[in-house]
């Protein structure tokens, strides 16, 4: 079946700019993720759902990040105001189910996003 | 805090040689291992896990890592290398959380294999 697929996978903005991405997990899996790559680094937890709920939102960087997961499926990152410090790779990642410390995470490709 | 080291950006082998990628960790608790590979412009591919039991773990590609617990190290290794293994790998533990798997990873080592 399909991966999980993200759009878009280029992103260019200008300082000051709202953004949103958009992530299309594996159908039926329940846990979704977000991750934030720098260049140069590893990702990096941003938050967390289990089907709509955002149970864990800890690693957002700040009030401008935003997540939703509305009906349980796709997901996405809103980020407003957008600084050159959010420049990165946005990943994705779904798990089958209730996102337990063992289960396999599945990434997306990724949305690269530079801000201007 | 849990924390993931990666010591070498770089590792450069021979095709055919035994290739290893070192990862070490700090967690509170039993630890849950991951290594995971990115080729260019695409995701993070999962290899392999640790969980419990056998401190030998096979994965995907032919590669295998063990499990050191008086170490703290889970390295990554594979007996001969292929020139299409050449990649970015990352080691990964897994937060000691009762809401969520979710990770946390070092950043990364560059595998190189030369023909």
């Known amino acids: 079946g399909a991966g999980v697929s993200q759009s878009p996978r280029y992103k260019v903005a200008k300082r000051g700019q709202d953004v949103a991405l958009r992530c299309d997990p594996i159908s039926g899996h329940v846990s979704l993720f977000w991750y934030q790559q720098a260049l140069g680094q590893g990702p990096e937890f941003l938050t967390y759902f289990q089907n709509e709920a955002q149970l864990d939102k800890s690693g957002l960087p700040s009030d401008r990040f935003f997540a939703e997961r509305p009906e349980g499926s796709v997901s996405t990152l809103k980020i407003q105001r957008t600084q050159q410090e959010d420049s990165a790779v946005y990943l994705c990642?779904?798990?089958?189910?209730?996102?337990?410390?063992?289960?396999?995470?599945?990434f997306g490709p990724g949305t690269r996003l530079l801000v201007l | 805090a849990q924390s993931v080291a990666q010591p070498e950006d770089q590792v450069n082998v021979a095709e055919g040689n035994p290739l290893t990628v070192k990862c070490t960790y700090s967690v509170s608790g039993n630890p849950y291992l991951f290594w995971y590979v990115q080729y260019p412009n695409r995701g993070l591919q999962f290899l392999l896990k640790?969980?419990?039991?056998?401190?030998l773990v096979k994965g995907s590609y032919g590669f295998e890592a063990e499990f050191n617990k008086s170490q703290t190290s889970f390295h990554l290794k594979k007996p001969s290398a292929l020139v299409s293994d050449s990649a970015l790998y990352f080691c990964?533990?897994?937060?000691?959380?009762?809401?969520?798997?979710?990770?946390?990873f070092g950043d990364g080592t560059t595998l190189t294999v030369k023909p």
């Open positions: 640790y969980i419990t039991g056998d401190n």
């Open positions: 990642a779904s798990s089958v189910s209730q996102g337990s410390r063992v289960e396999t995470q599945y």
């Open positions: 990964a533990v897994r937060v000691f959380n009762t809401n969520a798997g979710k990770s946390t």
